[in-house]
């Protein structure tokens, strides 16, 4: 008996040891947002694991682009990101809700530029679009065979959240519903990757419908993660914004089943060691001269800040059609500005903050409160107005507004009951919190567009003397 | 568009950003707006999100201030 037993246990050692093992090794990022100076770090990271595992896997869960205007306003527009994704090796990536900032004819510019593959099996373009995608793909990692899908969150208007008209003749489905059509590939794979841009708590939420998938490659809420998480036996993984980390999976696969997977967080912001052929890349789009293009003269200097806080204001109105507009003091950022040449550079100077351009229709009324409320919350600075001017009293003890009346161009006085169309920036108008009707809506450009875009038109400008507030005692 | 900040509904503008959400309550509280950037932000389940987060994908947030 024991001859038996002892032969058994033999059996089942030289089995194990016959047991095919191989791991799966994914480098994931997301809601990257035109973090291009990441990017040697980024390189350096990816070609030391490459050098461990070579059959890694390069993935990034969507939102690529929309955050820097060295890329977002490169000649065609988010190409660095591409770029740099396509010479660090990404195999693949999802579209996050920020890909349709390029408009559908953008975007596949973009995905036929790409050395990657846009996955997403819930957008459906026209094929008038020519936008390359496949709603999912099979990798040979190894030997292992590894099933990616891609899918997008759908906010409240059924459609991802970006501008309606950047997603016309697109049609989308319901993201849970759409990846079920997908669970073939749990018999064709070793491996099955969700790559979503559903944001954590939906990834947790569909993760009990879809027991077939190994592994959730998760973007769009920013949550960061202590490597990943285990949630009804799918690993999920997301990290912030910007590159500040990636995540490094190991899914290990025994005789074609998944026993094992785990997941480490890499710092990847601020930290030492860099590709320097991406550094180099990198340069040539820093350097970028389409910068220093000349957009408009400036026929006089500007000698004080309410000058350019004028000249804001009155593009912000003008550009987006707007009758009133509004900005925060705080948000001009220099003082003054020669006369000459006023360039792409000396916009994004001006206006840094790749702020959103935002408009809502208020009553003269809520304007008022409006301003007020901007007025305290900035500082008590009081903000630069076009469409009409302002003239306010301070109370001398508190510095708070005593009183304001806003004027119309024409010198009358601004109609309380009247409904105005007010563009303002996102900033502005979350400090400027009051009880109305409207609370606001994006226009889905980037303030500097505006200010760039009205330069271009003017030509010329000339903001001498013009003056838009008055503090009377 | 509605969220909680610490127990607090605030409603905030289609495609406010988390930033945006803590500057209005902020501004509403009667406190000093500078101070959000210095704020770290959880989630629901107690996760670190980022101020550029969507706010519209987030039910409930909470903050402390960073420690130095």
């Given amino acids: 008996m024991k001859k038996i037993l002892f032969s058994v246990v033999l059996m089942l050692v030289a089995l194990t040891a016959l047991a095919e093992r191989k791991e799966l090794h994914i480098l ?23 050098t461990l595992y070579p059959d890694l896997l390069i993935l990034s869960a969507g939102d690529n682009r ?6 977002d306003m490169y000649e065609i527009p988010a190409y660095p990101m591409v770029s740099l994704m396509n010479i660090v090796g990404f195999h693949a990536t999802t579209l996050g809700n920020h890909e349709f900032d390029s ?3 953008g975007l596949a510019k973009l995905i036929n530029m790409s050395a990657f593959s846009t996955l997403c099996s819930n957008v459906h373009p ?7 995608l496949r709603p999912w793909q099979k990798f040979d990692c190894g030997g292992l065979t590894v099933g990616v899908i891609g899918v997008v969150q759908l906010g409240s208007m059924g459609i991802p959240e970006s501008l309606p008209a950047r997603m016309t003749d697109i049609s989308f489905t319901q993201p849970l519903e759409t990846i079920k059509q997908y669970e073939f590939l749990r018999k064709e794979c070793d491996v099955v990757v969700l790559l979503s841009h559903l944001g954590f708590p939906t990834d947790v939420e569909i993760s009990k419908d879809l027991p077939w998938v190994d592994i959730i490659v998760g973007g769009h809420t ?32 025994e005789d074609g089943k998944v026993v094992s997977k785990k997941a480490e967080n890499i710092a990847v912001r601020g930290e030492k060691n860099e590709n320097k052929a991406v550094a180099e890349l990198l340069k040539y789009f820093q350097n970028n001269p389409a910068f220093e293009r000349v957009l408009a003269q400036a026929d006089t200097p500007f000698l004080v800040k309410e000058e350019l806080g004028c000249m804001v204001t009155d593009a912000y109105m003008t550009e987006s059609g707007a009758e009133v507009s509004y900005q925060n003091a705080g948000g001009v950022r220099y003082e003054t500005h020669a006369a000459g040449d006023f360039t792409v550079n000396d916009v994004l100077m001006l206006d840094p903050f790749q702020n959103q351009m935002m408009l809502a229709d208020v009553t003269g009324k809520e304007l008022v409160e409006m301003i007020i409320a901007c007025y305290d919350n900035d500082g008590q600075r009081f903000p630069y107005v076009a469409g009409m001017t302002a003239e306010y009293s301070l109370d001398p003890a508190t510095n708070k507004i005593k009183k304001l009346t806003l004027y119309q161009l024409d010198g009358k006085k601004l109609n309380l009951k009247k409904t105005y169309r007010l563009a303002i920036n996102n900033y502005a108008l979350a400090v400027s919190p009051t009880n109305r009707k409207d609370q606001g809506r994006p226009t889905g450009e980037v303030t500097s567009d505006l200010i760039i875009r009205y330069l271009e038109h003017q030509g010329h400008v000339n903001y001498q003397d013009r003056r838009c507030l008055k503090v009377v005692k | 568009m509605k969220l909680k900040i610490n127990r607090k509904t605030i409603e905030v503008f289609e495609g406010a950003q988390v930033r945006h959400a803590l500057l209005s309550y902020f501004a509403l509280k009667g406190l000093d707006v500078s101070q959000v950037e210095r704020l770290v932000v959880f989630d629901r389940w107690g996760h670190e999100i980022d101020l550029d987060a969507p706010a519209s994908a987030h039910e409930v947030i909470k903050y402390r201030t960073r420690r130095k």
Wanted: glycine residues 8%; neutral net charge.
């Fill in chain 1, 103 to 105: 408009g559908q004819e």
């Fill in chain 1, 28 to 50: 994931s990022a997301n809601d990257m947002h035109a973090a291009i100076e990441c990017f040697p770090r980024l390189g350096f990271i990816a070609d030391s694991l490459r």
């Fill in chain 1, 222 to 253: 920013h949550t960061q993660l202590a490597g990943g998480e285990m949630h009804n036996g799918i690993l999920i993984t997301q990290n912030v914004n910007r590159l500040q980390r990636v995540t490094h999976s190991t899914i290990v696969v």
């Fill in chain 1, 126 to 132: 026209d094929p008038k679009w020519k936008i390359n």
């Fill in chain 1, 66 to 71: 929309s955050g820097d205007p060295k890329n």
